[in-house]
Nanobody, 123 residues
C-alpha cells in the first residue's frame, strides 16, 4: 500500500515556474514507477510525465516536453515535478500516481493516486 500526498500547487502568471512535490508513505517507494497526471475542468485525466523506480529513465507528454522535469529522491520518498515556462493551458489539478510497472502513460496502469493539487496559470 502506498499513500501519496501532493503539494506545491498555486496561482502563477504565464511564463512562471512551480515545483510540485509528492510525498509517499511506505518502505517500498523505490519499487514503484511514479508519474504525474493532470485534469482540467471538463476534460479527461491526462498523462504528464513518468519516471522509473531508479530515476534513470523518464518520459514526457509532448505538450510539456522541454518545459517540465520529473525527478525523485528515494531516501526522502518524494517525487517532484518542476514546471517552467507555464502556459494558461497547463491549468489543471495535478495528480501523483504510483505503479509497479515502468514508464506507463495510461491511467489504468496506476494503482495508487494522491488527492491532487491545483495549478492555475493566468495569462
Amino acid at each position: 500500500q502506498v499513500h501519496l500526498v501532493e503539494s506545491g500547487g498555486g496561482l502563477v502568471q504565464a511564463g512562471g515556474s512551480l515545483r510540485l512535490s509528492c510525498a509517499a508513505s511506505g518502505r517500498t517507494f523505490s519499487s514503484y514507477g511514479m508519474a504525474w497526471f493532470r485534469q482540467a475542468p471538463g476534460k479527461e485525466r491526462e498523462f504528464v510525465a513518468t519516471i522509473t523506480w531508479s530515476g534513470s529513465s523518464t518520459y514526457y507528454a509532448d505538450s510539456v516536453k522541454g518545459r517540465f522535469t520529473i525527478s525523485r529522491d528515494n531516501p526522502k520518498n518524494t517525487v517532484y515535478l518542476q514546471m517552467n515556462s507555464l502556459k494558461p493551458e497547463d491549468t489543471a489539478v495535478y495528480y501523483c500516481a504510483a505503479t509497479l510497472r515502468q514508464l506507463r502513460v495510461a491511467v489504468r496502469n496506476y494503482d495508487y493516486w494522491g488527492q491532487g493539487t491545483q495549478v492555475t496559470v493566468s495569462s
